[in-house]
């Protein structure tokens, strides 16, 4: 498989409930990024981490918790969250984290009942 | 703070003609800048990247940057339908930890 992926693409969970997404980029990149992508809006820059260091932390709630447990893999844990926290959550990779062009996954379609 | 300006649209174009995408950065020191095609509910994939002043042409698509204005645009020649969707720029400059996006412009091709 090549490319960025993700797990699951859909996702509906209620507001006590736990749940994690996952990325797995296949293109032996070193940087990798979560984005949030509400209706009609732009993308949201979450978290960055460089080479499985976190370097990048926009304000985000604490109920959503990043994890890179290597710089192939990328987890995005869910707890207690809101419903305007439903959205479209992109996971993207690229070669360095700085000038170099992120490729996308195909995102998870997120809905907090 | 680094500032990526788009013009929201929609744009509305006809089959076949030019559609001509804008987009103004604010940090002179930007070094790449590129063009995203995103489509209704799915994510966004790379078109073009450009580095240099002047002129970058794939098949149908040029990429236009003018550093001195600060001034980066996507050309898309002959337009299909097919290229309806939403455009993002975004811009990389050293010092940031990552590209800085755009709000995006929606482009409408008519049949």
Redesign the interface.
């Known amino acids: 498989e090549t490319g960025v992926t993700q797990t699951p693409r859909h996702l509906v969970m209620g507001m006590t409930n736990k749940k994690s997404l996952k990325c797995e980029q296949h293109l032996g990149h070193n940087?990798m990024?979560w984005y949030k992508q509400s209706a009609k809006k732009?993308?949201e820059?979450m978290f960055?981490y460089?080479l499985e260091e976190r370097?990048?932390n926009n304000s985000v709630p604490s109920r959503f918790s990043p994890e890179c447990p290597n710089s192939s893999h990328l987890f995005l844990h869910l707890h207690t969250l809101q419903p305007e926290d439903s959205a479209?959550y992109?996971c993207a990779s690229s070669l360095d984290?700085?000038?170099?062009?992120?490729?996308?996954?195909?995102?998870t379609?997120l809905t907090v009942l | 703070q680094k500032e990526v300006e788009q013009n929201s649209g929609p744009l509305s174009v006809p089959e076949g003609a030019i559609a001509s995408l804008n987009c103004t950065y604010s940090d002179r020191g930007s070094q790449s800048f590129f063009w995203y095609r995103q489509y209704s509910g799915k994510s966004p994939e790379l078109i073009m990247f450009i580095y240099s002043n002047g002129d970058k042409e794939d098949g149908r698509f040029t990429a236009q940057l003018n550093k001195a204005s600060q001034y980066v645009s996507l050309l898309i020649r002959d337009s299909q339908p097919s290229d309806s969707a939403t455009y993002l720029c975004a811009v990389g400059a050293p010092g940031y930890s990552t590209l800085t996006f755009g709000k995006g412009t929606m482009l409408l091709v008519s049949p």
Do not use: H, I, N, W
């Open positions: 940087a990024y732009p993308l820059l960055v460089s370097v990048e479209l992109l984290k700085m000038l170099d062009t992120q490729y996308f996954g195909p995102g379609r």
